[in-house]
């Protein structure tokens, strides 16, 4: 009776959560490989008609793990300084993180700064956002970094829920669901993402507190909880200890 009974309460909680007939999803799943990353970027610069802020915006979630509407908020002089070299140890201001903390922002990626550089240079071209000649490449340092079709920032939109002013950039999203399209990797999201880089983190040794300065995640026990590290067994860790 009590392994019918229990039987019984796991089809229950399946049926609500609305995986019932579904595997659970583990923690794998949620991380790329670097052969997907290759191939999800080698797929979006075939496909995509602005292949260059296309690549710019899918490797800024995997070298950052940054949030799109993060991603919508931040201006030139976040990533370049005046002489337009990049900004290697930059920072989330305030105004851009969603949580209104500043964070460290680092851009030590060399597949990153490719694209990006190209993209600025097009923008240029294209002669958009400009400023003033030899200063940050010749863009406006107050422009955003990623443009929308339309040529200008995403557009970013206030909301009231539960009391509290909220914001949401719908068109990012677009743009990232489109990205996610042409890249044809398996269930990726924004938030597929941030597992992949809190998994790269903790692979390198972070603990949950800097992965948690990274992301943007006050206390390490939501850091756990969000981004659980890939434990092995105890006959992995003694596996040819000598």
Avoid at 88 to 100: D, K, L, M, Q, T
């Amino acid at each position: 009776m009590q392994q019918v009974r229990l039987h019984r309460m796991a089809i229950q909680f399946l049926e609500v959560s609305g995986q019932r007939g579904k595997p659970m999803p583990s923690h794998d799943t949620l991380v790329l490989s670097e052969e997907e990353i290759a191939e999800g970027a080698q797929r979006i610069r075939d496909r995509s008609h602005q292949p260059h802020e296309d690549l710019g915006l899918y490797f800024f979630l995997l070298a950052t793990g940054a949030r799109p509407l993060e991603i919508a908020r931040l201006e030139i002089r976040d990533y370049l300084d005046p002489t337009g070299g990049v900004r290697h140890s930059s920072e989330f201001r305030p105004e851009v993180a969603i949580n209104g903390r500043s964070r460290p922002l680092f851009f030590r990626s060399s597949r990153l700064d490719e694209v990006l550089s190209s993209y600025l240079a097009e923008r240029v071209l294209l002669k958009l956002g400009l400023g003033e000649d030899g200063a940050y490449r010749g863009l406006d340092p107050a422009t955003r970094l990623f443009l929308s079709s339309s040529g200008r920032g995403f557009e970013i939109t206030p909301y009231e829920a539960n009391g509290q002013r909220q914001f949401q950039c719908r068109s990012i999203l677009e743009a990232y669901r489109k990205i996610f399209r042409y890249a044809e990797l398996k269930n990726l999201t924004a938030l597929r993402a941030r597992h992949t880089v809190a998994a790269k983190l903790f692979a390198r040794g972070a603990d949950e507190v800097q992965v948690g300065l990274l992301l943007g995640i006050a206390e390490p026990s939501a850091v756990r909880a969000q981004f659980p590290r890939e434990r092995l067994t105890l006959e992995q860790l003694v596996a040819n200890l000598i």
